[in-house]
């Protein structure tokens, strides 16, 4: 099993940043993929980035490319979402999830594992 706690999520003007994080515990050494997800009220969860473990492969959602990185501290175990030049539309439920399969996987039901999401929100 491999547990999953995100932080880092707040209420921000548009235009503004954050930070947020994902601290992995547990069977790490059998993830393959991470990802951050986000749920805005009333829509689906959607992908919104995705990294290769080890590899460093990165993948976005063009709704957030220039804007949003994502990255990986693989001695701490932890991934990162950084961003910035955020707007209203970014406000969700921001999930991190973890894979064990191969391949990329980029809905939800590809991934096994999940965060108990945070709360971001973005004011015009």
């Known amino acids: 099993q491999v547990q999953l706690v995100e932080s880092g999520g707040g209420s921000v003007q548009a235009g503004g940043s954050l930070l947020l994080s994902c601290a992995a515990s547990?069977?790490?050494?059998?993830?393959?993929?991470m990802a951050w997800f986000r749920q805005a009220p009333g829509k689906e969860r959607n992908w919104v980035a995705v990294?290769?473990?080890?590899?460093?492969?990165?993948y976005n959602d063009d709704s957030v490319k220039g804007r949003f990185t994502i990255s990986q501290d693989n001695v701490q175990n932890t991934v990162y979402l950084q961003m910035n030049s955020l707007l209203p539309e970014d406000t969700a439920i921001y999930y991190c999830?973890?894979?064990?399969?191969?391949?990329?996987?980029?809905?939800?039901?590809?991934?096994?594992?999940w965060g108990q999401g945070t709360q971001v929100t973005v004011s015009s």
């Open positions: 999830a973890a894979r064990r399969d191969y391949g990329l996987g980029m809905r939800p039901w590809d991934y096994a594992f």
């Open positions: 547990g069977d790490t050494d059998t993830v393959t993929y």
């Open positions: 990294i290769s473990v080890g590899g460093g492969q990165i």
